[in-house]
């Protein structure tokens, strides 16, 4: 074990320079359309957020869509999504794993879970517990490009450096739900799974295939 996460990083590292030398040119890509990811979704209506623009250019993100959700009981969820149309020159996409630290935010349990997909496929996502002083939260993330769900960020580098040499392509997004944890676990949990199975279906339309 203590080999496999030595070698999983210097793997990450060598598929970031593999990715940085090959070929520039890429395919021409529709751009994302992420403000068309309906605003009301099963009765969930959102309002969005600004993200400061220093925050932005950190990212690095070339578009990104940062909504709350609300339903009719006033239950609120969380929607990031924030797209790369190329990685080739080192803009990668940001893993919450390494961000959220960095805001301020210590993860209390972290595993991954399976995710339905349309067509009875399945994907897999990172289920974080968060805590910020007082403040607790459950995130759900994953990667996601041409139709894949993928969790591990070492997985999803490896996908992008495959599209490079494959399809021309090295395009990708993060999905992050968050949801406030003010009670029962269990039941913040199970609501940022529906909530992800609920939106899922719609992102393949706002994303580039």
């Known amino acids: 074990m203590k080999g496999l996460r030595y070698w999983l990083p210097c793997a990450f590292l060598l598929a970031t320079a593999v990715l940085s030398t090959l070929p520039r040119v890429e395919v021409p890509i529709p751009p994302a359309q992420l403000q068309n990811l309906p605003s009301t979704i099963a009765g969930w209506d959102s309002v969005d957020i600004a993200i400061d623009p220093r925050t932005v250019a950190v990212a690095r993100v070339d578009s990104y869509l940062n909504r709350v959700y609300r ?3 006033g239950e609120q969820i969380g929607l990031y999504l924030g797209y790369y149309k190329s990685q ?3 803009d990668a996409v940001h893993s919450p794993k390494n961000c959220l630290p960095g805001a301020g935010w210590h993860a209390v349990r972290s595993t991954h879970v399976p995710l ?4 009875g496929r399945l994907g897999d996502a990172n289920l974080y517990v968060v805590e910020n002083g007082h ?3 459950v995130v759900l993330y994953w990667y ?9 960020e070492y997985r999803a580098k490896f ?12 395009d990708s997004a993060l999905v992050r739900i968050t949801v406030p944890l003010e ?3 269990a039941r913040a949990t199970q609501s ?3 909530f992800a199975t609920l939106i899922e279906s719609r992102l393949d339309d706002v994303l580039p295939r």
């Open 71 to 73: 339903s009719p009981s």
């Open 88 to 90: 080739r020159a080192g």
């Open 116 to 119: 339905p997909l349309p067509g």
């Open 135 to 137: 403040q607790r939260y």
């Open 144 to 152: 996601q490009s041409h139709g894949r769900v993928i969790a591990s």
């Open 159 to 170: 996908q992008t450096m495959r599209d490079a040499i494959v399809l021309h392509r090295t």
């Open 183 to 185: 009670g029962d676990e």
């Open 192 to 194: 940022a799974l529906s």
